[in-house]
């Protein structure tokens, strides 16, 4: 029976573990997991969401409470805040300390690449992601996934680029129609993705679908996009994610033509996982019918999660003059403007709890918002209990030899030995 480790994805001039692990922001897929990924032969992913408040928690910078500082004269304002702008070389400088240090303590033959979500509108959609994207490539990213959005025009924001052309550069889409588009829109820059993720319904973070979004199945789009590159006479590297869940899983797709799996919940309960342990457990813990696709992100896409986690239904005030990273061109985010109705509705002093919108910034930051995959529940099943009750930790080499060589659908427990690795 194969394995994971039969394969191989060519990727440019590297020969890579087809196993890929994906962006999970804010600060879940941490430098350190990325980089543990990429020692280990593989792609990991860091994330630019948020990078101002990843590099204060990690590198003592202070560009969250100085914007705020500076803003802090609109926070009342709930229904305008195109004031707060982001200062574009400061959002230069962080990216580039976040991806710089990463790629420093990057080791071994894998790489490392960052997860660009086009969602993250912040204020001034084009400038912003124009700046993250170049910044990124000049701290010396080895790949870019263009993530949550169609990013129409995103190559044009980096076709000057002295690195445009050595660069990976791959877009995440949910179908072909999302695809055809990319291509069609992109098409003038006479350069083409280097690899496709196809993320299906059962992925964690924002889904690419509808309210239908049950009713779509990966292996389908895959098959769907294949057989149209093909008949386009188009040889680009398919990645599918969501919901590959063992080795046994990740071998069906490479055995029909994928050229890797991009994998992410298996990775949220490893030591190198930047979420908190207590939210590790409550993964770890998480039955079937905890884990719900809502629409209480502000981008407007379905995004699943944990039911009952802090960030649904808190009130939160909004937080857009310290953070503001899903405010839309003209400064306005879905969440402030419920907030500022309910404010106005309520008695002075009633305690505001809104269900329809999070505050996601917020939540994103404190890790509050529990987003997961479709699979959370089976977590459990992949460690042992510790005397307290708790689930032991894993270590991202164990989940990543794990999906390497595994054969079927086992899934290995860590009691063995380091060196039976
Ligand atoms: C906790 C969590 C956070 C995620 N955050 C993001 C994100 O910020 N951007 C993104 O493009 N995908 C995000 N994803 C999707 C993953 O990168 C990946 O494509 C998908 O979850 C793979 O499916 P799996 O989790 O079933 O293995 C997230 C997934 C999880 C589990």
């Not at 990078?51 to 500082?69: A, E």
């Not at 877009?171 to 069609?184: G, H, N, Y």
């Amino acid at each position: 029976m194969k394995c994971v480790d039969d394969f191989r994805l060519r990727l440019g001039s590297h020969e890579l573990i087809p196993i890929v692990v994906g962006g999970m922001g804010v600060d879940i897929s941490t430098s350190t997991l990325a980089v543990e990924v990429a020692r280990l032969g593989g792609i990991g992913h860091i994330s630019d969401a948020m990078v101002h408040t990843v590099t204060d928690r990690r590198h003592g910078t202070h560009y969250v409470k100085d914007r705020l500082k500076q803003y802090k004269f609109n926070v009342g304002n709930l229904l305008d805040k195109s004031v707060a702008q982001f200062d574009l070389g400061l959002l230069a400088e962080a990216t580039r300390l976040h991806v710089g240090k990463t790629m420093e303590a990057k080791r071994g033959p894998g790489l490392v690449f960052v997860n660009c979500m086009e969602k993250l509108t912040m204020n001034n959609p084009r400038e912003t992601l124009r700046v993250r994207l170049r910044a990124a490539m000049d701290a010396g990213i080895d790949g870019i996934t263009l993530a949550a959005g169609l990013h129409l025009g995103s190559f044009a924001l980096i076709q000057d680029h002295p690195r445009f052309h050595d660069v990976e550069l791959g877009i995440i889409v949910s179908s072909l129609r999302a695809l055809q588009l990319f291509l069609k829109k992109n098409a003038r820059h006479e350069r083409l993705p280097d690899y496709i993720v196809i993320e299906g319904p059962l992925a964690g973070g924002h889904l690419g679908f509808g309210a239908d979004w049950a009713e779509h199945d990966l292996a389908a789009i895959v098959a769907e996009i294949r057989a149209w590159l093909h008949a386009e006479h188009l040889d680009i590297p398919l990645i599918p994610a969501g919901g590959i869940f063992t080795g046994g899983d990740a071998v069906r797709f490479l055995e029909q033509g994928a050229a890797a799996v991009q994998v992410a919940t298996r990775f949220t309960v490893t030591r190198e996982c930047g979420l908190p342990d207590d939210v590790k457990q409550a993964y770890f813990r998480a039955s079937a019918d905890q884990i719900e696709v809502n629409n209480t992100s502000p981008t407007g896409y379905p995004m699943r999660m944990l039911k009952g986690c802090p960030a649904v239904g808190s009130g939160a005030r909004p937080n857009c003059e310290a953070f503001g990273y899903l405010l839309d061109g003209a400064g306005h985010c879905q969440y402030a403007e419920l907030y500022a109705r309910e404010l106005a509705r309520l008695p002075k002093g009633q305690k505001i709890r809104i269900w329809d919108k999070t505050c996601l910034c917020t939540h994103m930051r404190n890790f509050d918002c529990w987003t997961c995959g479709h699979y959370t529940w089976r977590l459990k099943e992949t460690s042992v209990r510790e005397a307290d009750g708790g689930y032991r930790l894993l270590d991202t080499e164990h989940v990543f030899r794990d999906y390497l060589h595994s054969t079927g659908d086992e899934i290995g427990l860590p009691i063995v030995k380091e060196d039976e690795y």
